[in-house]
């Protein structure tokens, strides 16, 4: 399947899918598409997470914006994802320190707390009700697994001073998560837990109040590069100065460089009904969950008591016809005490990861910057990413060039293989979690 039917593939054009988010979403009136020509200072191509900060904070800082979306605001995986806001990086300090050394582990580590700090900043900021409450658990369901994340709650205090992570031995954690696949694990508290498409429009609005042109259902299928840059969609086009890319899962064809290194995936999420009194059975404490596996489990509650609960790989671009099926398999590993419960809503979304899980930042054209490949960590990484963007338009690229800097290979074969390589390396992992290696 073509990467650019993602936009359509699993979707109705120009509507949300059938999530909780969408059924108690703070609704935004459509913006109208794209007709004829308009210029800008910069075009911004994808209203999510990357687009819309980039769009905000260009604004803000007197430029001329011009937003535009193939669908809606916040449709893609801003608006579908586990609304988990982690600390740090998506790869951990340990591995970075390996790869990278201790300098540019530690500016990083600094770069993704500055990214925590900012969506808790634009919420208080704008006012934005999505939600927002602290904490997110990581947890083993071996005791090796305990035994490392213990030590790099450790690391993370002797090294880099971080003192809002606790350690849970397996009562503790049972008091936050009553599961019987978990054996212990870590409770940050200085992460936390949103509701992402509220967020999203939250961030639209104040985009839009700072001047923000946004169109949407307007898709993008050619770019002329050049000292000015023209975006053609179907019912017109943009004349910009500068543009940035915020595409991510849904980039298609639009850029070789980037489609090499970032490749699409698909992951589901379900809402069971609400649990009531169950609730002291699955999650006592407020707080969000993610575990060790390769296919990562995450789960947290929803403010009307259900569980949000996201799980289950897909190697295909399609959707398969029964979502709740495939993540209520998962669901009842860490929660057998469920596996008769109603699911009232399951959806899919798509994100995007690259080879290593570090998000791929870039310059491709001396008025281009792209940003995309969160690997499931675009919360607060896709929103500071826009910040990083806009700031290096105006001159300031410490940030961007940082994140640039982390190395970022192509998956082998290019496009035509990543996907074929990605459900082989599933696959093994999957095998791996299942038998407990």
């Known amino acids: 399947m073509n990467d650019m039917n993602l936009l359509y593939a699993n979707d109705r054009a120009g509507e949300y899918p059938d999530s909780w988010y969408a059924a108690t979403a703070n609704a935004l009136p459509p913006f109208d598409p794209l007709k004829g020509e308009v210029r800008a200072d910069v075009c911004v ?7 819309l900060s980039a769009a905000l904070h260009l604004a803000q800082a007197g430029r001329d914006v011009v937003l535009i979306d193939a669908q809606r605001v916040g449709f893609g995986a801003s608006g579908r994802n586990g609304g988990q806001l982690g600390s740090g990086q998506r790869v951990d300090q340990k591995a970075l320190e390996s790869s990278l050394g201790a300098d540019q582990a530690r500016h990083l580590w600094m770069l993704g707390e500055d990214a925590k700090a900012l969506v808790k900043g634009l919420i208080s900021q704008h006012a934005i ?6 904490g997110v658990a990581w947890t083993g369901s071996t005791d090796a697994e305990v035994r490392d994340l213990h030590g790099y709650a450790g690391l993370l205090h002797e090294r880099y001073g971080y003192d809002q992570i606790e350690t849970l031995d397996h009562a503790a954690l049972q008091s936050v998560c009553p599961s019987p696949d978990y054996r212990g694990g870590v409770l940050d508290m200085g992460a936390a837990h949103l509701h992402p498409l509220n967020f999203a429009l939250g961030l639209a609005r104040a985009s839009k109040d700072a001047g923000v042109r946004i169109f949407e259902r307007s898709a993008v299928h050619h770019i002329v590069e ?3 840059i023209t975006v053609q969609t179907d019912g017109g086009r943009i004349v910009a100065d500068h543009v940035v890319l915020a595409c991510n899962g849904y980039l298609g064809g639009l850029n070789r460089k980037v489609a ?8 589901f999420i379900a809402a069971t009904e609400p649990l009531g009194d169950r609730i002291k059975d699955v999650l006592p404490r407020d707080v969000a969950v993610a575990d060790s596996r390769f296919v990562v489990n995450y789960f947290r509650l929803s403010r009307d008591g259900r569980l949000l609960f996201g799980g289950g790989e897909s190697y295909g671009y399609r959707f398969p016809k029964d979502i709740a099926a495939k993540v209520r398999k998962p669901m009842s590993v860490i929660f057998p005490h469920l596996k008769d419960i109603k699911i009232d809503y399951a959806w899919g979304g798509t994100l995007a990861i690259t080879m290593k899980r570090m998000p791929y930042l870039a310059r491709l054209a001396p008025n281009i910057l792209s940003a995309s490949g969160y690997s499931g960590h675009g919360v607060g990484t896709a929103t500071h990413a826009g910040q990083l963007m806009a700031r290096a338009f105006q001159g300031d690229s410490d940030g961007f060039d940082t994140m640039a800097a982390v190395p970022v290979n192509p998956f082998p074969g290019g496009a035509a293989m990543r996907s074929p390589l990605l459900a082989l390396a599933m696959s093994w992992y999957s095998l791996r979690d299942r038998l407990g290696v």
């Open 226 to 228: 050049g000292s000015k």
């Open 129 to 134: 009700d999505c939600d927002l409450k602290p």
């Open 45 to 51: 191509i994808g209203a999510g997470y990357t687009g």
């Open 260 to 267: 090499a290194r970032v490749m699409p995936i698909n992951n």
